[in-house]
C-alpha cells in the first residue's frame, strides 16, 4: 500500500503548483528549470502569504507538468467558459495559473474528485485575492466541472 500525502501536503502542492505556472507564464523559464527551483525550495506556513508547509512534489510536478503539457486543450475550454471579451490570456496572471492548474486536474486527473479541485483551487485563490476573482474562478471551475464530469453532481 503506498502512502498517500497528508491532505495539507496537497494544498501546499496546488499552491506551489500555481505559483510555478506563474512564474513561467511572467518570466518565461521552461517547466524544468522551474521545477528544479520549486523542488528545493524551502516553503513556510504563512498561507495568506502564499505559503503553506511541506508540498507533496509528485503531486506538484505532475500538475505543473500536466498542465503545460494539455495548455492546448485546457485554454480552449476556459475560453468557452469565458466572457468573449475577457479570454484567459488578458486574465490576470494568478487567475490564470489558477485555472489552468484546476482545469488540468477536472479536464484529465479523474482520480481527484472534483469538488476537492475547486475547492482547494478557491483556498488558493482567497490567498491572493479578495472576493471578485475567487468568484469568477468558481464559476468558471464549476461549470468546466459540471460539463466534464457530471455524474460528480448527479443528485
Known sequence: MSKRAKPSERT???????????QMDLAETDVG??????STRVVGENFEDGQCGEADYKFLKEVVDGAVRKQASIDPAVDAILDK?????????????????AAYEIMFMERVPTRVSISEYLDVAGAFFGEEEPRLINGVLNTLARARRPGEFAA
Open 85 to 101: 471579451t475577457w479570454p484567459i490570456h488578458r486574465l490576470d496572471a494568478t487567475v490564470r495559473a489558477i485555472l489552468r492548474a
Open 33 to 38: 528549470e522551474t521545477l528544479a527551483q520549486f
Open 12 to 22: 501546499a502542492a496546488r499552491l506551489g503548483a500555481v505559483q510555478a505556472l506563474y
